[in-house]
């Protein structure tokens, strides 16, 4: 197994209710197995402020804990992967990256894409954009009427008090009754219910965790003073987790990354879940280079994925991405489904070499870091 640090200069500023970065720090995560390799992308950041979970924590749960629990071992099959993690406590964005590689591996072993081993059916996934908070309105109109006439189905805006209803208004009445949502990433207490309740006026599609992620009681009564859907994503850490979110009436709609609930095992349970529930999902984004993209897509052929996700193309974020040809966006807003084995992308080496901060592989019989290296950068 090998691991990198990557790093890569976003296209623009990406900013949120906890921060703004210019530059997305990743794990990729390579798994070698009779002859194939297979990739994983981790999804944690550089600070713990989506998650508890960063780049330095993954990387140590990965190569002091993950990486003696899998190599050497003889899997059946790679859903079998989570289970044996399960003496690790958390960490999901660790494993979730391992996992992954391990369903790349074993789709590539096959011939086969990624998205048919994992159960998916479809050709094409709708597409969507997230927009992250602007600088002014004006900054926020030209992202909307840009992500517009490149086709996207939808637009998601980031929402924060202080910008939140002015923004929303505006799009309304410049843009009319286009696709919208708004996302808050737990910016909000339910002390704000009434505040909230505004955004009724504005016909969304949903808003995305408006509260603590641990506080699935108040998303309760929030969607009971509220008209607008709420959808659920720091929350749902757990098919568990979602099974109470659902019965508590908490949420409408469930935003699914497989990073944050331990990889696409616990994704596919969580699909079924919410199918057998009458819940729809969605594919949240992660700023992901165009590894991660890739199973995004494939993920999103799940049937049960019925509304537009955050699966953009790769130029929006990186240029040049790390594969080739990069991920691209039809005019009618939708993405094919790769049909190559595995991923179904072509990597890059020698970009992913010029964005590597760091590097180690993992011994299959010892399990123990055997080198690492620093590019210059």
């Known amino acids: 197994m090998e691991l990198r640090l990557l790093k890569l200069p976003l296209v623009h500023f990406f900013e949120t209710s906890f921060g703004r970065i210019s530059d997305k720090h990743f794990i990729l995560i390579r798994a070698d197995g009779d002859g194939v390799a297979g990739f994983g992308e981790c999804v944690a950041d550089q600070d713990p402020y989506y998650s508890a979970e960063t780049n330095e924590t993954a990387w140590h749960i990965i190569t002091g804990f993950i990486a003696p629990r899998v190599l050497g071992v003889d899997f059946a099959h790679p859903r079998d992967v989570f289970p044996a993690l399960d003496a690790i406590r958390g960490h999901n964005m660790a494993k979730a990256a391992v996992e992954m590689a391990a369903w790349d591996l074993f789709a590539r072993q096959r011939g086969e894409p990624l998205a048919r081993v994992l159960g ?3 050709e094409r996934i709708a597409s969507g954009v997230s927009i992250g908070i602007q600088d002014s309105l004006g900054e926020l109109a030209a992202n909307v009427e840009r992500e517009l006439a490149a086709g996207y189905r939808r637009i998601k805006i980031k929402i924060k008090p202080g910008w939140d209803v002015d923004a929303v208004a505006m799009i309304r009445d410049r843009f009319g009754s286009i696709p919208l949502m708004v996302d808050a990433n737990a910016a909000y207490t339910i002390d704000a219910a009434d505040h909230l309740a505004k955004l009724d006026a504005f016909d969304l599609m949903m808003i995305e965790q408006p509260l603590d ?7 309760a009564r929030l969607q009971r003073r509220i008209a607008t859907p709420i959808c659920l994503d720091e929350s749902i850490k757990s098919v568990r987790i979602a099974e109470e979110a659902i019965a508590a009436g908490a949420c409408q709609i469930i935003n699914i990354k497989p990073g944050r609930i331990g ?9 079924d879940l919410c199918a057998a529930n009458r819940i729809p999902v969605w594919h949240g984004g992660m700023l992901e280079s165009g590894i991660g ?21 790769s130029k929006r974020y990186f ?15 939708t993405i094919g489904v790769p ?9 890059v080496e020698s970009r992913v070499e010029q964005a590597t901060l760091r590097r180690a592989v993992i011994d299959r019989v010892q399990a123990r870091p055997v080198g690492s290296s620093v590019a210059i950068f």
């Open 263 to 271: 990889g696409f095992r616990e994704s596919i349970r969580l699909h």
């Open 319 to 333: 240029n040049p991405d790390v594969i080739d040809p990069p991920i691209e966006v039809a005019a009618d807003g």
């Open 213 to 219: 992620e641990d506080d699935i009681a108040d998303h």
């Open 120 to 122: 998916g059916t479809r």
């Open 339 to 347: 049909l190559g084995p595995g991923l179904g992308v072509s990597i």
């Open 293 to 313: 993209r890739a199973a995004n897509i494939h993920l999103s052929a799940l049937a049960n994925f019925r509304l537009p996700g955050d699966v953009a193309a």
